[in-house]
Nanobody
Framework: QVQLVESGGGLVQPGDSLRLSCEAAGIFFNIYRMGWYRQAPGEQRELVARISHVGLTDLANSVKGRFTISRDNAKNMVYLQMDSLKPEDTAVYYC????????????WGQGTQVTVSS
């Protein structure tokens, strides 16, 4: 059974930092492209950042220079370091595992709430 479990969300003030973590189980983690998406109320889910199985990263323009994605294949973990947070970063953040390049499935975590407010 595939499980993606996010943690690290919370309520912070503008300018603060948060680090989201996602632990994967039930997949051969090393071949999956891992990503973080977010969905604000009334908005569509959007890509925030993703990292290939070999560590190549891709970030949304809105978070470049502020967010960093990384992975630890030995621990089946992917991280999203979020610095200089803004109110518009408020959303539910979802971890995603994409194995389609290897004819595997796509999987989602349950999401973790990030709220940036003064």
């Amino acid at each position: 059974q595939v499980q993606l479990v996010e943690s690290g969300g919370g309520l912070v003030q503008p300018g603060d930092s948060l680090r989201l973590s996602c632990e994967a189980a039930g997949i051969f983690f090393n071949i999956y492209r891992m990503g973080w998406y977010r969905q604000a109320p009334g908005e569509q889910r959007e890509l925030v950042a993703r990292i290939s199985h070999v560590g190549l990263t891709d970030l949304a323009n809105s978070v470049k220079g502020r967010f960093t994605i990384s992975r630890d294949n030995a621990k089946n973990m992917v991280y999203l370091q979020m610095d200089s947070l803004k109110p518009e970063d408020t959303a539910v953040y979802y971890c995603n595992a994409d194995g389609t390049p290897y004819s595997k499935g796509k999987y989602w975590g349950q999401g973790t709430q990030v709220t940036v407010s003064s």
